[in-house]
């Protein structure tokens, strides 16, 4: 218990690790579904909405699979050490979460409602895990690029955690605030189960749809 309870706890300044300069691996330049590229400008008219909602790799299958997303990739958000790596994330003394990159087209996919997939398809009430994916780097977070997307965020989190309470559910505890620095995540890890369709999906959500 020791050891999951250090892992719930966000690291100082002084204990999280020192990370590096450099990312200290190679990526793949496109996405493995929709070979749009993984990094580099965003289309004129497109946005990025970034999101942590447990592990990843379930999270960018739900997402990549939306009308009107144009990309997403999977990385590390919200933390202190840069360019970690898996496990270093993992340890639970980086600060960062599992994030997800979504570039979008607001023309044809709303921030509204990439949010409200964000709120139905995981459980944000569960702290430093989802299931039985317990530490920091399952905490829930949107983390926002304009001042319009902060919000639509503040406004549908006070939404759902209404319908929720009326459920039985505890508090939302997801934080949002503005957008970290992204730390794009091992090569093995994009597109995941793209490339290992019988692989682990946590969705461990309320069953709670998103209020009309």
């Excluded at 070979?35 to 946005?47: C, F, K, Q, S």
């Excluded at 508090?171 to 369709?197: F, M, R, S, V, W």
Aim: net charge negative.
């Amino acid at each position: 218990m020791s050891l999951f309870r250090r892992k719930a706890e966000m690291p100082s300044p002084e204990n999280a690790l020192p990370g590096r300069p450099e990312r200290p691996f190679t990526v793949a330049e496109r996405h493995l579904v929709l070979g749009t590229p993984l990094e580099g400008p965003v289309p004129d008219g497109h946005e990025v909405a970034l999101f942590g909602l447990g592990c990843f790799w379930g999270a960018e299958e739900i997402y990549w699979q939306l009308p009107g997303v144009w990309s997403t990739s999977v990385g590390y958000a919200g933390g202190i050490t840069p360019n970690p790596t898996y496990e270093e994330v993992c340890s639970g003394r980086t600060g960062h979460t599992e994030a997800v990159r979504v570039v979008y087209d607001p023309a044809r996919v709303s921030y509204a409602d990439l949010v409200k997939t964000f709120f139905t398809v995981h459980d944000p009430t569960q702290g430093m895990r989802q299931g039985n994916d317990i530490g920091t780097q399952y905490r829930s977070a949107i983390y926002y690029t304009t001042p319009e997307q902060a919000e639509v965020a503040e406004q549908l989190r006070t939404a759902y955690g209404k319908a929720i309470a009326d459920r039985g559910y505890g508090e939302i505890t997801t934080e949002i605030a503005p957008a970290p620095t992204y730390y794009l995540a091992e090569d093995g890890h994009q597109q995941y189960l793209a490339k290992n369709p019988h692989g682990y999906r946590c969705h461990a959500n309320t069953g709670v749809p998103f209020p009309a």
